[in-house]
């Protein structure tokens, strides 16, 4: 069966401003009733500790019935993570200077040798190490950040704050934009994926 879970990612937010930004949201979301201000043993990873959806839940997703599952709720996380879609692999990549995609599989979903390479400890050099994890495009062969890179179907975002909600119906589109607004206007991404 498995948990599924959706990721909204502050693509703006900066490592020094992340942990301030995540409180001024939660606040927003306890003040608009979509969570509770109380931390209990409701969601997968970082401990089990999270906000469970509050009275006003509804009010953030396409399907108002609530989910009677042990992890049901809301965790944030701030520094540098690499948020990902979960199960499956990611099909292609796109360089953040020259916009051409990298792809990782054939037509036929049979993995393309070698395509991977560029991006070979990048992720954990960026988000472990603190360093640029530098990618450097088989295209332009010009090096960029592996944190501005794209990934088809948002697979992966390099950021320092996210907002995942286990097992919630799919959050809709005024919710998310308002969680924008509530973090200064922020632009965000949402990951969606299953455990």
Known sequence: MGDYFQTVVDLDATE????????????????????????TDCVLGGGGFGHAPGPQYARAVDDPEPV???????????????FDSGQGEPEAARCPL???????????????????DPFKGTFEEWSEGGGPGLVHCPACER????????WEDDYFVCG????????????????????GRALGGHRTVVLRGKL
Not at 143 to 150: A, I, M
């Open 16 to 39: 020094e401003e992340a942990a301030a930004l995540g409180v001024r949201a939660l606040d927003w979301l306890v003040a608009e009733g979509i969570v509770a201000a109380e931390r």
């Open 68 to 82: 009677n599952l042990w992890s049901n709720g809301l965790r944030i996380q701030t520094g540098r993570t690499v």
């Open 143 to 150: 090096p960029s950040g592996v944190d501005r890179w794209t």
């Open 98 to 116: 020259c916009r051409t995609d990298v792809r990782f599989v054939d037509d036929n979903w049979n993995e393309i040798d070698g395509a991977w």
């Open 160 to 179: 320092t704050l996210g907002f995942t909600f286990w097992n919630w119906a799919e959050l809709t589109f005024d919710f998310t934009r308002d969680l």
